[in-house]
């Protein structure tokens, strides 16, 4: 099985900066989209960023400027730099993966625990 785990979540005044990690480990045969999303508080669970394979990324219209999303193949981790984080992207980030085990015959969307931000106003 594909496990996926974030890290680098916390506490940030706005206009500060994080980083967040997201490695994915186990039996993995491929992965292609990795990418994060994040739910704010009594809200829905929103895509932030997505990364294709190859390099190709998307971004939500709110943090498109301020987010960038990069991964590195050879480690199967993705990362998302957040710069000039507002009070709003306050919320629960998760990592997503699409990734295809060595016992499957095809690819399973894996989620990771979720890395609270908080962004102070």
């Known amino acids: 099985q594909v496990q996926v785990v974030e890290s680098g979540g916390g506490l940030v005044q706005a206009g500060g900066s994080l980083r967040l990690s997201c490695a994915a480990s186990g039996s993995i045969f491929s992965i292609n989209d990795m990418g994060w999303y994040r739910q704010g508080p009594g809200k829905q669970r929103d895509l932030v960023a997505v990364?294709?394979?190859?390099?190709?990324?998307h971004y939500a219209v709110s943090v498109k400027g301020r987010f960038t999303i990069s991964r590195d193949n050879a480690k199967n981790t993705v990362y998302m730099q957040m710069n000039s984080l507002k009070p709003e992207d306050t919320a629960v980030y998760y990592c997503?993966?699409?990734?295809?085990?060595?016992?499957?015959?095809?690819?399973?969307?894996?989620w990771g625990q979720g890395a609270l931000v908080t962004v102070s106003s």
């Open positions: 990364i294709s394979s190859d390099g190709r990324t």
């Open positions: 997503y993966a699409e990734a295809r085990s060595m016992s499957d015959v095809g690819y399973l969307g894996v």
